[in-house]
C-alpha cells in the first residue's frame, strides 16, 4: 500500500453515509463475485444491516438499471454482500430529493488485490473481464478519481416489508441515498500524486473497457465544475451514481431525533490500520479494538468508551463525545427538565470538540449542532455557524438543520445570529431533502404560512405528511391541528377540516410517546374540535400527558380529578398531586394553584370551551 493517509481520505467515501451495523468487509457489490473476509473480520447478515457500496465498478447495464430505478421512484433491491437485483417491478410511494454540493474530489490509489477487492469486488473478481490484478502484480497502479456533485435522498427514511406493493420476491434493502457525481478508473504506473482532477485532465476520451486501454471513465470535469450547493436537480455530466446508501427493510427506528441522525463511518480504519489486523488482544489494530470501533458506529455507548478511551482512536471519541451529550439531554428531558444535568453534557462536548480539533469532520458538525443548542456547553451561535454551513454545503442534515433552527430565532431572545427567515426555511427544506424529518416538519410549517418562502399549502401537507410518516410526532400534531381547526399560525387552510383524519393524525402524535401532543390531542377533544366531546377519553390523554412530563397535562388532568367532569369522579389527593407535579415541571400556572387546591374548602370547575375553527 503505497500511501495510506491517501488512502484514507478516499475510503471514507464507501463509508460516508449511514453505516449502522456494518462491518469492514460488507463491500460487496453487483451480479458478480464473492465476499470474503477482509481484515480478519468476518461479513456480517447483510439483510439486517446497512450497505454503502461503490457501484462505479458495476456493469454497464447493472448501472443503467440503478439509473433508471432512481428515476422512477425508491429503488428497492435484492442485496446479500456478494450479489445485487434491483427489482424494478417493486415499488412503494415516494421519490427522491436532491441536494447539490460543490464539487469534491476524492482519489483512491490500489497496488494491493485484497484492497482491491475490499474495495472493488466486481472489478476484482476472478469472472472480471478487467483483468486488474494480474497488472497489479506486474508493479502497476489501479487509480480511482471521483468527482462528487450531490446526493439523492429518499423521501421516505424507513420502508418496512408489509409496504411493498408488486413482484419483490427477495428483497432486502431499499436505496435510500445515492452520492452522485463522476468517476474515472486508470491503470499506471507507481510514482507522482496525482489529484483525481490530475486524472480526469489527462484524457477525455473514455474507452468502452478498462482492460483494453487502461483506463474507464463516466462524466466528465468540465461539467462537474459547474456544480454548486444552490442547484436542485444533478448536472448533466456529472451526474452518475457512484455510491448507494442501502438501508435494510425493517420495522421503523425509534423517533427522530439528533441520535438518530449519527452517521455511521468505519472506513478511517483501514488507514489507521494499513496492515490489517494484529496479532494479540489490546493492541490498536486488533480485532476485539476493531469490532469496538464497528459497535461504536452503531452507536452503542459502551463500545465507544472503550474505542476512544482504551484504544485511542480519535474517531471513535468524536461520535462518543457526541452520544454522551445526546443521551445526557435525553435523560434529562425524560425527568422534565428539573434537577441536576449530568456530567456528561459538559464531558461529551469536550470530546466531540476535541476530536474536531484533530481533524474529524464528522465532528467538527457535531461541534457546530452542540454549540448552535447549546447543549454541554452555553450557546455561541457566532462561533457555530462557520461550521455548520460547511457541513450542510457538503449535504450535511444536522448542519442545515440547525442553521434553519438558528436563523429563524428559536430559542436565542439575544438574536446573536441575525434573524433571517429566508435562509432559515431555505436551510430547513436542505436538511429535509438530505434526510432529516424533524426538519421535514419545521420547514413544512414555514411553507404553509409563507414564512420565507412562497405559500403553497399542498407542498407544505406532504412535507408534514413526510415528517409524520418518519415518526415526528410534533409533524402528526401539527397535522391533527390543521384538519380539526382550519388553521396554523393564524394563516387559513385552504381546504375543508376533516375530524377523523386529524383524530388519526393526533393518535399517531400521543402514540409516538410526546407529551405536548397528547396534552393538544386531549385539547382538541374537549373544546369540540373533534366531535361530541368524550371528558373521560379527555382526562386520559391528559394522564398519558403528565406521564410523559407535560407540565400542561398534569395541570389539566389534576383540575379535571378537582371538578370530577369524568366518570372517576372527584379525587382531590390526585387533584393535588397532578397539580404539585406540574409545578415541579415549571409551570407557574401550576404553582400558584397548589395553596388553592390543597384546600378542601375550594370549588373547583373546569370552564366549557368550544373549538374555535377558523371561518
Known amino acids: 500500500m503505497k500511501n495510506p493517509q491517501q488512502l484514507t481520505a478516499t475510503l471514507v467515501v464507501r463509508y460516508a453515509l449511514a453505516v449502522v451495523g456494518s462491518a469492514l468487509a460488507i463491500a460487496s457489490c453487483g451480479p458478480a463475485g464473492k465476499a470474503g473476509t477482509a481484515f480478519g473480520l468476518p461479513t456480517p447478515q447483510l439483510a439486517e444491516v446497512y450497505a ?9 447495464d447493472l448501472r443503467l438499471q440503478i439509473e433508471s430505478a432512481l428515476s422512477k421512484g425508491i429503488a428497492i433491491v435484492a442485496y446479500d454482500g456478494s450479489s445485487i437485483r434491483i427489482l424494478p417491478e417493486c415499488k412503494i410511494s415516494g421519490a427522491y430529493d436532491f441536494a447539490g454540493t460543490s464539487m469534491k474530489q476524492r482519489m483512491l490509489r490500489i497496488s494491493d488485490t485484497n484492497v482491491g477487492a475490499w474495495l472493488l469486488p466486481i472489478a476484482f473478481s476472478s469472472k472480471s473481464k478487467l483483468e486488474i490484478a494480474p497488472e497489479l502484480d506486474r508493479g502497476k497502479s489501479l487509480e480511482v478519481a471521483l468527482l462528487f456533485s450531490g446526493r439523492l435522498t ?4 424507513h420502508v418496512k416489508k408489509t409496504d411493498l406493493l408488486g413482484s419483490c420476491t427477495g428483497a432486502t434493502h431499499f436505496v435510500r441515498a445515492a452520492n452522485l457525481g463522476a468517476f474515472a478508473m486508470e491503470l499506471s504506473t507507481p510514482g507522482g500524486d496525482r489529484s483525481a482532477v490530475d486524472v480526469f485532465a489527462g484524457s477525455s476520451q473514455a474507452p468502452s473497457t478498462l482492460a483494453r486501454a487502461e483506463r474507464l471513465q463516466e462524466g466528465s ?12 436537480s444533478p448536472v448533466p455530466g456529472c451526474d452518475t451514481p457512484l455510491q448507494l446508501d442501502l438501508a435494510p427493510l425493517s420495522d421503523p427506528l425509534p423517533p427522530s431525533d439528533a441520535l438518530s441522525i449519527i452517521q455511521g463511518d468505519t472506513s478511517w480504519v483501514i488507514g489507521a490500520c494499513p496492515n490489517g489486523v494484529e496479532a494479540g488482544s489490546e493492541t490498536k489494530c486488533s ?12 452507536r452503542d455507548l459502551g463500545a465507544c468508551e472503550d474505542a476512544c478511551n482504551r484504544f485511542k482512536y480519535q474517531f471513535s471519541c468524536g461520535i462518543y463525545g457526541m452520544l454522551l451529550t445526546l443521551t445526557a439531554k435525553k435523560e434529562y428531558a425524560a425527568k422534565g427538565h428539573i434537577g441536576p444535568r449530568s456530567p456528561d453534557e459538559a464531558r461529551g462536548f469536550a470530546l466531540v470538540e476535541g476530536s474536531c480539533k484533530s481533524g474529524d469532520v464528522r465532528a467538527c458538525e457535531y461541534l457546530g449542532f452542540l454549540l448552535c443548542m447549546g447543549w454541554g456547553t452555553k450557546a455561541d451561535l457566532p462561533r457555530s455557524v462557520p461550521l455548520l454551513t460547511n457541513a450542510c454545503d457538503n449535504a450535511k442534515p444536522l448542519g ?5 433552527v438558528a436563523y429563524s430565532g428559536i430559542d436565542d431572545p439575544a438574536q446573536s445570529v441575525p434573524k433571517d427567515d429566508i435562509l432559515a426555511t431555505r436551510y430547513l427544506l436542505r436538511a429535509c431533502a438530505t434526510g432529516y424529518s424533524r426538519a421535514c416538519w419545521r420547514a413544512g410549517t414555514r411553507v404553509f404560512t409563507g414564512t ?14 413526510r415528517a409524520c410518516d418518519d415518526i ?21 387552510f385552504e381546504n375543508k377540516t376533516d375530524e377523523l383524519l386529524a383524530r388519526s393524525y393526533f393518535e399517531r402524535a400521543c402514540t409516538i410517546q410526546n407529551g405536548a401532543a397528547c396534552s393538544e390531542y386531549a385539547g382538541a377533544l374537549f373544546q369540540g374540535c373533534l366531535g361530541p366531546v368524550d371528558v373521560d377519553k379527555v382526562l386520559q390523554l391528559y394522564t398519558t400527558s403528565c406521564d410523559l412530563n407535560h407540565a400542561f397535562g398534569c395541570m389539566a388532568a389534576g383540575m379535571r380529578y378537582c371538578s370530577g367532569d369524568s366518570k372517576l369522579g372527584k379525587d382531590r389527593s390526585k387533584c393535588v398531586m397532578l397539580i404539585k407535579r406540574a409545578c415541579e415541571l415549571k409551570n407557574p400556572h401550576a404553582c400558584g394553584l397548589v395553596e388553592m387546591v390543597q384546600d ?5 370547575t373546569v370552564n366549557k370551551q368550544t373549538c374555535d375553527k377558523a371561518k
Request: hydrophobic residues 35%; negative net charge; proline residues 6%.
Open 287 to 298: 480485532a476485539g479494538a476493531l469490532l469496538k470501533v464497528l459497535d461504536c458506529e452503531k
Open 472 to 492: 415526528t410526532s410534533d409533524a402528526c400534531s401539527t397535522l391533527g391541528h390543521i384538519y380539526a381547526v382550519g388553521e396554523l399560525d393564524g394563516t387559513k
Open 452 to 465: 420565507g418562502t412562497t405559500k403553497d399549502q399542498p407542498r407544505a401537507l406532504a412535507l408534514l405528511k
Open 154 to 157: 429518499a423521501t421516505s427514511t
Open 52 to 60: 454503502t457500496p461503490l457501484v462505479i465498478d458495476w456493469n454497464p
Open 221 to 232: 470535469l468540465e461539467a462537474c465544475r459547474k456544480v454548486t450547493p444552490l442547484d436542485s
Open 400 to 404: 442545515c438543520y440547525a442553521l434553519g
Open 600 to 604: 378542601p374548602r375550594t370549588e373547583i
